[in-house]
């Protein structure tokens, strides 16, 4: 393609290569070709990194570059060792989905949702392309692959393909008997408990040594693998952290092959690939290259280090880029071998951990340690003692999590035991601290920027409202969703929206705070959660003034810098309102009437109505004339009696339970 360019227009030609479904999949390859102007690729770089959000990996002009040479030569090890165990495809997919870290999709699940079609296309383009690979074999599609096309059966796409749905039930094809049968694949008991060994070498060596089928597949495809990349590397990328990051941001995987081989013991893994290459056991007789066993000086413990990752064609470790847009991360993705830094402590305690980072000493950063970064009482405290803290020492405080979710919202598990012993007043009490947690938030002395990726739901939606800022990542999923098991938003959430609506109502002229109202509602009584943070702020849970940026990797900057602009330009939270004008008892029925709608036509039922209609008394400030003035006060005590009145009822609490039970929510 660049020698049929002129040669004047050769310097700012180059392939990109998205990898489907370009919105949510990180990884973009930048292919240059040999005449490839070296800053048009920064440029473009960068521009990719920071403006479209992705993970950037430069591939060397090869068939299928980095990720789709690695990772469908990975699904044809995956097919060989299955017809030659004689494995069942949903056996397979059981042992190569998440107990091996990677996707829930795994294999054949993964090839029908790209496409059987779309697979074999790959594959040949592989056999044609790459004639003298010491795996070109290999590059054939298997027999049931081109019987399954024949048929039509292209996998998702036409409903049909390795699996296909029959009524609720899954089914996958059955090679014996080509027809389909029910999928019921699951992983011997013996195999699951190796899986499950922390000690990565451990596990390996005992895979290796394992007689069951099960065993012997799995190290078959990890084997072969390594074997691959290891052959490969100097001719496809740059270095083993590109193959690793590759497999990471384009297939889903939780390690890339190179830090898998390096975590498990580079020279014994080594050393069991030689004896089986020499064995006749690998799907290749190609020996493994030299650089693998490192020098004389000493041999090799690893690909990944501190001075970087190696490069097969440099013969040297490679550092990380220096393009100025990494800066912008403050923790970039790390791949195993290379210093984590942590930033330096301030104070931790059970449920948070307070720390600034590197080079910057005025803003202070807030880290939640509860699993799914869900608000307990630890986590309540810690907030408070955090901002505390922050209006002593710093200029701001930035809430920023190491990995999403932002914040699954309250702790139910804390709420259960004085649920059970219906000790409501010490609910009421919890609920109280909660608000408090939120004011306090709202009225630091300080900036507080939330910095948002993945989800924040309820308890974690109120944080993101009541900070004075919230950077949020474009994939954020926001959300109020109490209603789910049969409560209302009263952490200040309900509090917040009818004070914007009253705010709203009085910039326009006869302004009616019910039409702002009623939309919020609908969003708070149906637990709507934004899809994207740009969704979040036509929902209102984010602001006009709060930004969103595309590279989740880049969030913590921006919210430093949030809060440091503010900050500086000697910013201040607002006095708390004195007049919060509600849409009062008409409001309330007036959302009654179309609840009722609802109910008597079978669209909710009768608790739903229950939880909608406090979640309507919550929004309109309770039973008050219309366009009366109240403070935030009052509707943070309206929120409270109507959260603490469905807690008392039979069908909350088993929907609380169900949720705790199950992780799913209760339709009762």
Known sequence: LSEALPEALRGRFCGIHFFNPPRYMQLVEIIPCQASAAPMLDNLETFLTTTLGKGVVRALDTPNFVANRVGVFSMLAVMHHTERLGLGFDVVDALTGPAIGRPKSATYRTADVVGLDTLAHVIKTMQDTL?????????????????????????????????????????????????????????????????????????????????????QFLWAIFRDIFHYCAFHLESIAGNARDVDLAMRWGFGWREGPFETWQAAGWPAIAAAVKADIEAGKAMSNAPLPAWVWGDEKAGRSGVHGAKGSYSASAKAEQPRSTLPVYARQVFPERVLGEAEERGTTVFESDGVRMWTAPGDADIAVLSFKSKANTLGPDVLEGIIEAVARAERDYKGLVIWQARPPFSAGANLTALAPALQAKDFAGLEKGVARFQQMSQTLKYAQVPVVAAVNGMALGGGCEVVMHSSRAVAALESYIGLVEAGVGLIPAGGGCKEFALRASDAAARIAGGDVFLFLQPVFQTVAMANVSKSALEARELGFLRESDPVVFNAQEILHVARQTARALAESGWRPKLPPRGIKVAGRNGIATLEMMLVNMREGGMISAHDYRVARGAAAALCGGDVETGTLVNEDWLLAVERHEFVELLKTEKTQQRIAHMLETGKPLRN
Request: charged residues 25%; aromatic residues 10%.
């Open 131 to 215: 004639p003298a690979d010491p795996w070109h074999k290999f590059y054939a599609a298997p027999a049931w692959l081109t019987f399954l096309i024949g048929k039509g059966a292209l996998g998702q796409k036409t409903r049909a393909g390795i699996y296909r749905k029959e009524g609720k039930a899954i089914h996958v094809v059955d090679l014996a008997k080509q027809d389909y049968r029910p999928s019921a694949g699951e992983v011997d008991a013996e195999v699951a408990a190796i899986l499950k060994i922390k000690n990565p070498a451990e596990k390996f060596e005992k895979l290796r040594a394992h007689a069951s089928p099960q065993a």
